[in-house]
């Protein structure tokens, strides 16, 4: 049977997946299984945010059960759960083409390696994923990740080439991205008219990441919660009273971060677990 949730306002989850819902390393996901399922049960929508192709999704996707829309390649397009993911509902920013014709003008001005430049075994070793799943990384549509393999200095003329070409640089986890004028919070707004549309009531926003690339996205929700890493420092979001930090970290922090949802929804009178720090580093 399904929990209905209380109708004073419908939440929305957008999350980032490597470091937040998976773990950094392993990418286990068990920590979540209970909340996401609570999740499903009250209706909430789960809408993936992440870095990661099209292509890798379709078997995670399958065997999380996820049905919710999803967000790939760090805003670059959104699909629905019905359609194929040849075809996103929505497009942000320029193809994966582009982004490579650019990337070949300034090769012999900076040092740096792409997954196009990669073999599968080189983007396996760099990702920790197997081999089949690396494959599906070096699918891309709408971005090029990269390895950064020339000095820091030369990292500002990078931007202003890149940006000469109508592109920008977003720095992840694991690696530099490059990709259109576009972010993670890109298709929120998109996403985010769409659903109160179909629900015709206001739409409760809540964001979970780890990452630089997350920062976008976690700035524009109602509420974010900012997931610890054991890979890398948490990102430095100064003035933002709607951004939390969890205690836990990864998949546990998620869960701990969502616990404190599902009680504020099913009671909305008390507000998020205070157990979830309210400060932010710097």
């Not at 075994?121 to 197997?130: H, I, K, Q, S």
């Amino acid at each position: 049977m399904t929990i209905e949730p209380s109708r004073k306002r419908r939440l929305l989850i957008y999350t980032d997946l490597d470091g937040t819902l998976l773990d950094h390393d392993s990418y286990d996901t068990s920590a979540t299984a209970s909340l996401r399922q609570q999740l499903k049960q009250l209706g909430v929508p789960v809408v993936w945010n992440t870095s990661k192709t099209a292509a890798e999704l379709e078997s995670l996707r399958l065997s999380l059960e996820h049905t919710d829309p999803y967000i790939v390649e760090n805003g670059a397009a959104l699909y629905f759960p019905d359609e194929s993911t040849q075809q996103p509902k929505m497009t942000f920013g320029p193809g994966h083409d582009h982004i490579m014709t650019c990337l070949e003008g300034v090769r012999r001005q900076f040092r740096f390696k792409g997954f196009h430049d990669m073999s599968v075994a080189e983007v396996a070793a760099a990702t920790g994923l197997d081999e089949g799943d690396a494959a599906l990384a070096k699918q891309r549509q709408f971005s090029e990740p990269l390895t950064w393999q020339d000095s820091p200095g030369k990292m500002s003329d990078f931007l202003a080439a890149m940006a000469d070409c109508g592109l920008h640089v977003l720095r992840g986890g694991r690696f530099v991205h490059i990709l259109g004028e576009f972010n993670k919070a890109t298709p929120m707004a998109w996403l985010n008219d769409y659903y109160a549309t179909q629900w015709d009531a206001t739409v409760d926003t809540v964001a979970l990441g780890d990452s630089q690339n997350d920062i976008a996205m976690l700035q524009a929700a109602d509420r974010a919660y900012l997931i610890r890493s054991p890979a890398h420092v948490t990102p430095q979001i100064n003035g933002q009273a709607n951004i939390r930090i969890a205690k836990g970290y990864g998949p546990e922090g998620w869960a701990e971060a969502m616990a404190a949802e599902v009680d504020a929804l099913m009671t909305p009178q008390t507000p998020p677990d205070d157990a979830i720090k309210t400060s932010l580093p710097g």
